[in-house]
């Protein structure tokens, strides 16, 4: 089986930047972000297509602001949160799995993924 391990957390005010990374297996084909914020359902953030031509597609409420990337040679995607703001609060988790997952979000995006990680804490203070 595969072992996501995910890090970046932490705290941070209101405009500030975070940056998280997950680092996967090289039998990953696509990983994504979900966050999951007290009292409220898990919610896909962002998906990368690992390749030499990746491919990234975000929720609405992140485009512009959070960017997806990764690093081939390591196995890792990152997430880079820009202008986060305090709605963006909530545990983050980096998901993946062993195929290419292209197109837009389906109605249960998180049935997609095989693999999961631990999560990761993002606090935005006003």
């Known amino acids: 089986t595969v072992r996501l391990v995910e890090s970046g957390g932490g705290s941070v005010q209101a405009g500030g930047s975070l940056r998280l990374s997950c680092v996967g297996s090289e039998s990953i084909r696509t990983m994504a972000w979900f966050r999951q914020a007290p009292g409220k359902e898990r919610e896909w953030v962002a998906r990368?297509?690992?390749?030499?031509?990746?491919?990234?597609y975000y929720a609405d409420s992140v485009k512009g602001r959070f960017t997806i990337s990764q690093d081939k040679a390591s196995n890792t995607a990152y997430l880079l949160l820009n202008n986060l703001t305090p709605e963006d609060t909530a545990m983050y988790y980096c998901?993946?799995?062993?195929?290419?997952?292209?197109?837009?979000?389906?109605?249960?995006?998180?049935?997609?993924?095989?693999?999961w990680g631990q999560g990761t804490q993002i606090t935005v203070s006003s």
């Open positions: 998901a993946a799995t062993d195929v290419y997952l292209l197109g837009g979000v389906a109605l249960r995006e998180d049935d997609r993924y095989k693999y």
């Open positions: 990368i297509v690992m390749g030499d031509d990746a491919s990234e």
